[in-house]
Every structure is written in C-alpha cells, then in structure tokens.
C-alpha cells in the first residue's frame, strides 16, 4: 500500500519560512518523481513544484521561484519543500504527489498517488 504522509504545515506570518517534509513508503522511490502540490479555497489545484531522483532537476511554478526550494532524501524516501519568504497568497493546502512521468505532475495537474495534505497559512 502507498503512503504519502506530509507533515510541517503550519500558521505563520508574511515574510516567514516553512519546511514541508512527505515521507513516501510502498512504492520505488527512485523510479518515481515526486512534486508538491497546493489548494487554496475557492480555487483550483496547482503545481508548485517537482524534482527527479537522479538528475536533481527541479521544475517550479512561476509564482514560488526564487523562493521555494524542493529536495529529496533518497536514504529517507523523503521529498522537503523548503518555503521561504512566504506571502499570504501562499496560504493553501499543500499536497506531496507521485508519479512516473514528470509531465503529469509539470503539466497534467495529475498524480498517481497524493498525500493527505497539510494546511499552510500565511498572515499579513
């Protein structure tokens, strides 16, 4: 069975930095590319971000380059989203995604398999 179990959400203020951390367990971690994904209210699902096992490529949206950072502890089966200078528009529930093609997750909006989610809010 296939977990994905985020952790590391939190209230912060505007200017503030979060750690998210997804610890993945029943799947091959390294033939699989893993991303983060975020939900604010009253809005669609987006890609924030998405890493390879074994290149290091990292892909981001727009909206967070510059300022969120995403990594992979192959030794933990462990995928980091590193948010720093958060702004209130940042304020979502952040999802941990998988799958095997990085297009899907880039671009397609789909996973194979998702976490729980972890809320985010940011204040001003």
């Known amino acids: 069975q296939v977990q994905l179990v985020e952790s590391g959400g939190g209230l912060v203020q505007a200017g503030d930095s979060l750690r998210l951390s997804c610890a993945a367990s029943g799947l091959p971690f390294g033939r699989y590319y893993m991303g983060w994904f975020r939900q604010a209210p009253g809005k669609e699902r987006e890609f924030v971000a998405a890493?390879?096992?074994?290149?290091?490529?990292?892909y981001y949206a727009d909206s967070v380059k510059g300022r969120f950072t995403i990594s992979r502890d192959n030794a933990k089966n462990t995928v980091y989203l590193q948010m720093n200078s958060l702004k209130p528009e940042d304020t979502a529930v952040y999802y941990c995604?998988?799958?095997?093609?990085?297009?899907?997750?880039?671009?397609?909006?789909?996973?194979?398999?998702w976490g729980q989610g972890t809320q985010v809010t940011v204040s001003s």
């Open positions: 995604a998988a799958d095997r093609n990085i297009v899907d997750i880039t671009t397609n909006q789909r996973a194979d398999y």
């Open positions: 890493g390879t096992y074994y290149t290091g490529v990292t």
